[in-house]
């Protein structure tokens, strides 16, 4: 198949350096869950030697890369789930995120030794995991008597809206976890993309991007590009036939578009299958032989179609960009109607991943 996802390591690094330059001085966990958001785990962790740790969501992502011969410090953002889980992470030497009751009972209730490295979650508004601020002296009380739990663990919490300037909730969070947190020894760590990007309050001690470091952007308009950020995955096919549509004819399933001219549609190799939106709309651009060109009528499994009547010089076997570097993913997630994190964490395993 001509599908590719083609992953740029050159960018994850100024990506990264990008985030040092916007928060000097802190440390950088990069957050790689999800298959580093569709762009291949371990080719990222490589590009991101630079990082401080990397943060996964789950325990089997921090063992994989302990297999494969990361040595630095990996976080489990969701922490473990039961006691196996628990025993595990520790022993691999994995920081722990502890956000809840059953998860800090875990800890008290651990046989064996091994040293724990933790962070405190504190949900602040995201109502989601983390302990409330009037839990919070409590819990940390907690945690520091637990033998074998390393002193002074990291203070953290999640910015719900950061990507939403006008909205005061972040001022809020930001002020609560202040409140809560004043005068305890400890790291704080509180910004995600959006906090790293438009809040400088929230870019002392440990920082958290994901989204930026693949080169997108948080924010509802623009591009990574507006920040100074480099598009790590360029996701392209190529071109497998070229019909001719008359006036009144539909192309595609439900006939949802019609031709009002003689068209030239170009039938591309890439779908729903592959990972490409179903949801996008007729007219979301394609990048065919470089030139821009709408999609026309509904995306299939392994199949879509683009009106290139006004691109003549169209053939079979041209290349077709879907998103990359000259087409940016946000804009094809607005088209689609969703956020770009949804679009390269759903590129599908029989896409073939090249790295450069």
């Known amino acids: 198949m001509p599908i590719r996802a083609t992953i740029d390591t050159a960018a994850l690094r100024h990506n990264l350096h990008r985030v040092r330059e916007l928060a000097p001085g802190a440390l950088v966990m990069a957050v790689v869950k999800a298959n580093a958001y569709g762009h291949g785990l371990e080719a990222a962790v490589r590009a991101l030697e630079g990082a401080d740790g990397v943060a996964v969501a789950r325990v089997d992502e921090g063992l994989a890369l302990r297999a494969a011969g990361r040595t630095g410090r990996i976080l489990l953002l969701e922490g473990a789930f039961d006691a196996v889980q628990l025993a595990a992470a520790i022993g691999a030497g994995l920081d722990l995120m502890v956000n809840g009751p059953e998860q800090l009972r875990m800890l008290e209730e651990r046989a064996g030794d091994g040293r724990v490295r933790v962070w405190l979650k504190i949900d602040t508004g995201m109502n989601r995991l983390g302990f409330r601020p009037e839990e919070f002296g409590e819990v940390h009380a907690r945690l520091r008597r637990i033998p074998g739990v390393e002193p002074d663990p990291v203070l953290a919490t999640h910015l719900a809206s950061a990507e939403d300037a006008a909205d005061p909730k972040t001022a809020g969070q930001l002020a609560a976890f202040e409140g809560a947190t004043a005068g305890v020894a400890g790291a704080r760590s509180i910004a995600n993309s959006a906090g790293v990007l438009a809040w400088p309050a929230a870019r002392g001690g440990w920082v958290r991007p994901g989204l930026m470091l693949y080169g997108l952007s ?60 179903r949801g996008a709309r007729a007219g979301t651009p394609v990048l065919v032989g470089g030139r821009s060109a709408p999609l026309a009528g509904r995306v299939s499994m392994d199949m879509l179609t683009v009106d290139v009547t006004d691109l003549p010089a169209v053939s079979v076997g041209e290349s077709v960009e879907l998103w990359g570097r000259a087409l940016p993913v946000e804009e094809v997630a607005r088209c689609a109607r969703t956020i770009p994190y949804e679009l390269t964490c759903a590129v599908s395993q029989r896409v073939r991943r090249e790295s450069r």
Do not use: H, N, Q
């Not at 949802?256 to 779908?271: D, F, I, K, L, N």
């Open 218 to 277: 948080p924010f509802p308009e623009g591009s990574g590009a507006d920040f100074g950020l480099r598009a790590v995955m360029s996701f392209e096919t190529r071109v497998i036939a070229v019909r001719t549509v008359k006036p009144g004819e539909t192309v595609g399933y439900g006939g949802t578009w019609c031709a009002a001219r003689e068209s030239r549609v170009a039938v591309v190799a890439a779908g729903y299958g592959d990972g490409y939106p």
